[in-house]
Each structure stands twice: as C-alpha cells, then as structure tokens.
Nanobody
Framework: QVQLVESGGGSVQSGGSLRLSCAAS????????MGWFRQAPGKEREGVAS?????TTRYADSVKGRFTISRAKNTLYLRMNSLKPEDTGMYYC??????????????????WGQGTQVTVSS
C-alpha cells in the first residue's frame, strides 16, 4: 500500500522560508517520479515542481529560482525561499511510476498525499 505523508507546512511572513517533506512508503522510491502540487482557495491544483526517477527537475515559472525540489532515500523535499502571499495553499506530494524526467501535469500522477497547508502573510 502506497503512502505519502507530507509535513513541514505552516504560517510565515512574506520573504520567509519553509521546507516541506514527504515520507513515502510502499513503493520502490527510486523508480518513481515525484512531484509537488498546490491548490489555493478557489483555484485549480497546479504543478509546482517535480523530480524524475533520473533526477531531472522541473519547476513552474512562478517558483523558479525560489523553490528547490530534492529527494533522498524515501523522502521528497521542497525547499521554499522568498515566499510570497501567492504561494499560499495546500501543498500535495504525488508519485508516478517511471517518468524519468518528471512531470508537472496532475493527470500523470497516480498517488497522492493528504496535503500540508502553507500560509504566507504580507
């Protein structure tokens, strides 16, 4: 049974930093592409960053240069710097088998965590 459990969310002021973690179990982690998605109130869920099974990373234009995705053992990370109020939302970890280069498309991912809330105040 695949489980993805996010942690590390919280409330910060604009310009602050957070590091999200996603603990994965029940899957051969190294063979899966992983991604971070977020959903703001009243908006659709969007891809933020992904890392493929070969280590290739992808970022949404809105977070390039501020966010860094990484993976180690069975954990996915998202380092978020220079946070802005528009980064506020529920952040979800997701996994898909294969996809060496990763993806930012929600439809590509088959496993999802429950989410962790990030709130950035101005």
């Amino acid at each position: 049974q695949v489980q993805l459990v996010e942690s590390g969310g919280g409330s910060v002021q604009s310009g602050g930093s957070l590091r999200l973690s996603c603990a994965a179990s029940g899957l051969p982690f190294d063979n899966y592409a992983m991604g971070w998605f977020r959903q703001a109130p009243g908006k659709e869920r969007e891809g933020v960053a992904s890392i493929g099974s070969n280590g290739t990373t992808r970022y949404a234009d809105s977070v390039k240069g501020r966010f860094t995705i990484s993976r180690a053992k069975n954990t996915l990370y998202l380092r978020m710097n220079s946070l802005k109020p528009e980064d506020t939302g529920m952040y979800y970890c997701a996994a898909i088998y294969g996809y060496c280069s990763g993806s930012l498309r929600e439809i590509d991912f088959g496993y999802w965590g429950q989410g962790t809330q990030v709130t950035v105040s101005s």
